[in-house]
């Protein structure tokens, strides 16, 4: 049988039904299938923010309470308790007062490891055979706490001893994203949106596809709030991937692709997307030159819009781009062609950034820069 990684974001986990919903999408879009999943999951819409709020402010812990206990009301008395527990747990570290950065990432990993015990009961509860691996066990990271690097090399070493082992003998590995331990066995996470960096790096060790699924249908060509003719980009490579995460598309982990290129593994696919069978924006290894969308990240004063795309023509583009600019009173900052990176980049005062990207916009959809 052939394995995936599916990665849940948390858009998709916000009460028990859409748990249920979830868990039953996975059984007919997969395990019907004929696929063995590991499923990355993510802590339940909105819980991060809340902790986030717990490690900075000392406030939210009620929300979190709130949130897990209303899920899991109806859910087994064992899997009550084990949230239960998981809940005394975080209060405990939520009162030790001046937190240093690994209490941080400790309290801010039991939003992962919650939803992995509520998704995993609820696939155990619908006929799946399933095994609960907690990424403490399996994914190995080093540096910041609060924004680690996955440590490849540790990683798949236990990654690659484990899961093949269990899927031998089961439908279903479910495991925490953006959670990890160090080499001294401390808890650490990958930063925000640190599931879809966890998914692509297990698909890629394991040298299978991955699915990040989200509540929005894939890789857009700007940003829907502030452009109305968006579209969906079908295709990316592997470089134009790396660039789009790190200039913030989707809000995807800045590293998500990095892994792809890291390892050098050249036949996985990866399909981001919505549940509902809308995997809608493919990354392989190559595909045909063209500028594919427009992304942006910001500062305190000043914004970097990015077009990016493996265009043939990009001084033509990066002239256009600056006339363009000129034309509406737009002043930049800097222009940078990187010759060895699908990215155009060009700074703009932070306030003009929304009319920026508009005009960058325009230049990617207008083509003839193949």
């Known amino acids: 049988m052939k394995t995936v990684v599916v990665k849940i974001g948390g858009s998709l986990l916000g009460s ?16 019907r299938k004929g ?16 902790l986030v709020k717990v490690v900075e402010v000392g406030k939210g812990l009620e929300e979190v309470h ?69 990424a403490l066990d399996i994914v190995k990271a080093r540096g910041n706490p609060l924004n680690a690097r996955i440590d490849y090399s540790s990683t798949s070493r236990l990654v690659n001893t484990a899961i093949p082992k269990i899927l031998g003998e089961v439908d279903v590995v479910v495991v925490e994203g953006f959670i990890a331990s160090n080499s001294d066995g401390q808890v650490v996470v990958l930063g925000r949106g640190g599931s879809d960096y966890t998914a692509t790096t297990l698909a890629s060790l394991l040298g299978v596809d991955a699915y990040l699924l ?19 980009v079908p295709v990316l490579d592997y470089d134009e991937a790396v660039e789009a995460a790190i200039h913030g598309a989707k809000k995807l982990h800045p590293r998500t ?34 500028l594919k969308l427009t992304a942006s990240r910001s500062n305190r004063n000043s914004s970097i819009v990015a077009l990016i795309g493996k265009c043939n023509n990009r001084l033509r ?54």
């Open 214 to 232: 989200s509540n929005v249908p894939g890789i857009l060509s700007g940003n829907p709030e502030h452009i109305g003719s968006v579209r969906k």
């Open 257 to 290: 692709f990095e892994p792809l290129k890291h390892l050098d593994n050249h036949g996985i696919r990866v399909y981001v997307g919505g549940l509902n069978n809308s995997y809608t924006t493919v990354v392989p290894w190559t595909t045909s030159p063209s």
């Open 317 to 370: 583009v990066a002239k256009k781009l600056v006339e363009e600019l000129a034309e509406n009173n737009i002043e930049y900052i800097g222009l940078h062609v990187p010759p060895n990176r699908p990215v155009i980049r060009v700074v703009v005062p932070r306030r003009q950034v929304v009319e920026a990207t508009r005009i960058a916009h325009e230049i990617v959809v207008g083509g003839g820069y193949d």
């Open 16 to 31: 028990i039904e859409e748990y249920f919903n979830v868990a039953k999408r996975l059984e007919k879009e997969f395990i």
């Open 66 to 134: 709130e949130k897990y206990l209303e899920i899991a009301s109806n859910l087994s008395s064992t899997i009550k308790y084990r949230v239960a527990v998981k809940l005394a747990e975080l209060d405990e570290k939520a009162r030790l007062g001046n937190l240093n950065s690994y209490v941080k990432a400790r309290i801010l990993a039991y939003g992962e490891e919650i939803s992995r015990i509520i998704l995993g009961s609820i696939l155990d509860y619908i006929g799946l055979r399933v095994v609960e691996v907690s």
């Open 35 to 50: 696929f063995k999943l590991v499923v990355v999951v993510s802590a339940a819409k909105g819980v991060t923010d809340s």
